[in-house]
Nanobody, 115 residues
């Protein structure tokens, strides 16, 4: 059982990225999956959440209107679309999935917003 993130990179301010969180060993449609991020020297913070494949979604105020979380049951992947990126969004982004009473962290993917 694991989750694996991908899709990070270096983009200029105002740019976009799509992060992926691919699950193996369980179905995202039955999970509570959260994207967190952690910038150097700062605490890990909540970014967005999707419950049971999209029944409910939540966002941090700092990303509302710019980021979109979604799930694809066919590929068993949760996506985080990042638009209108700002330098303050620079961080390592982590996917966390809770299912069946257990939680699983991915290794993270780096997002750097810089000109």
């Amino acid at each position: 059982v694991q989750v694996v993130e991908s899709g990070g990179g270096l983009v200029p301010p105002g740019g976009s990225l799509r992060l992926s969180c691919a699950a193996s060993g369980f179905a995202f449609s039955r999970s509570d999956t959260i994207w967190y991020r952690q910038a150097p020297g700062k605490a890990r913070e909540f970014v967005a959440r999707i419950v049971n494949g999209g029944v409910r979604t939540n966002y941090a105020d700092s990303v509302k209107g710019r980021f979109t979380i979604s799930g694809d049951n066919d590929t068993n992947t949760v996506y985080l679309q990042l638009n209108i990126l700002k330098p303050a969004d620079t961080a390592k982004y982590y996917c966390y999935s809770a299912v069946g009473g257990r939680g699983y962290w991915g290794q993270g993917t780096q997002v750097t917003v810089s000109s």
